[in-house]
């Protein structure tokens, strides 16, 4: 990749990253619920997410559910979730290393349906996840630890930020 092609990812994150931010923020400020999930190591991301957000969100009082947990996976899936409680206005966050996790992919979907936003961490090509979101935080990294390691760091840059 040459620098420009570096600098071009760089400014489109901005964009993304400030598109996230304010939706989070609208629907923090307008008490609607936001909705995160991811499988594997993203799952104790999205749980990280919903965790810092709770607590340390200062002036607004976010409606945050890890759709995540082992129990719920494991008996109904992100999609049917979302089918069940979704809203529109309402925010769906997946966090997805290779952006490819069908059933993130199939939660998104859903969302879409129930005209709700969704935003999608997501590395590698982006995948199938990054086709179908409102706003996508790509991380051009095949690595997942590299991947992983940047989503954490979005997750509190975009805390700051709302903070602000």
């Not at 990812?9 to 304010?22: P, Q, R, S, T, Y």
């Not at 940047?150 to 805390?159: R, W």
Request: charged share 20%; with cysteine; proline share 1%.
């Amino acid at each position: 990749m040459d620098w420009k092609e570096h600098m071009s990812g760089i400014l489109k994150m901005n964009v993304e990253f400030d598109k996230a931010c304010n939706i989070l923020k609208t629907a923090y400020t307008n008490s609607k619920d936001v909705y995160v999930c991811g499988n594997g190591t993203s799952l104790l991301l999205s749980d990280m997410f919903a965790a810092l957000h709770t607590k340390l969100i200062i002036k607004l009082s976010p409606k945050i559910q890890s759709l995540s947990s082992s129990s719920l996976i494991t008996s109904v899936g992100n999609d049917i979730q979302i089918s069940k409680k979704g809203r529109k206005g309402e925010v769906l966050i997946v966090i997805s290393s290779s952006g490819n996790s069908m059933n993130l992919y199939k939660a998104l979907l859903e969302a879409k349906k129930q005209k709700m936003k969704t935003i999608a961490f997501v590395g590698g090509s982006g995948g199938a996840c990054a086709q179908v979101s409102d706003v996508v935080l790509h991380i051009k990294e095949n690595k997942s630890a590299i991947v992983e390691q940047t989503h954490q760091k979005l997750i509190y840059n975009i805390l700051e930020k709302i903070n602000e």
